[in-house]
């Protein structure tokens, strides 16, 4: 796996060993960050399930100002690190090693971009969404991306979020999600 563009295009970066950890393709990731391209310049930006980092990195890389990284994963935080050391990023990252609940109420400052990419099957999209609601950390024309199985559905809404586009790659699908607003156009 390795950086696709930006200021730390080309550098690979250290994956793991074995299926615990599900790391985003470069296709969906390119995916990822051409439907991003006009948010990331000076984005803070929260890869909540990090597992190797790649996506924050990518974001990093291509312009945005700061990247939270949160796993529960000794291995995956492990990974991450070494990653972000590869990549000379430490002083624009922040690292948690907890649950995302946890990893969430650490965050004291709203952010513009959340990648919610959890394990398939661990029922963590609606409680990650409620939460990022519950404690108003999305700033007000900020997006989450939700990657998940296509032939899995999110809710259109979830408290103040609201869906507002999908994108289907195989067999990944992108839900995006922001606070309604009059410039969105409705592309579900």
Known sequence: MRIITGEYRGRRLETPYGNDVRPTGDKVRESVFNLLMYDIDGA????????????G????????E?????????????I?????????ASERSRVFACDYLSALRRIKEKVDI????????SGFYVPALEEIDSLD???EKGIIVAEHRAGESLPD?????KAFKEKKYGHTKLTLYGYA????????
């Open 44 to 55: 803070v930006f929260c890869d909540l399930f990090a597992g190797t980092g790649a996506i």
């Open 57 to 64: 990195l990518e974001a990093l890389s291509r312009g945005a």
């Open 66 to 78: 700061k990247a939270y990284f949160c796993d529960a994963s000794r291995d995956s935080i492990r």
């Open 80 to 88: 991450i690190k070494t990653n972000i050391e590869k990549c000379g």
């Open 114 to 121: 959340f990648y919610i990419d959890p394990p398939y099957n």
């Open 137 to 139: 950390l999305l700033s």
């Open 157 to 161: 809404l979830s408290g103040r979020l």
């Open 181 to 188: 607003r009059d410039d969105q156009k409705d592309n579900m």
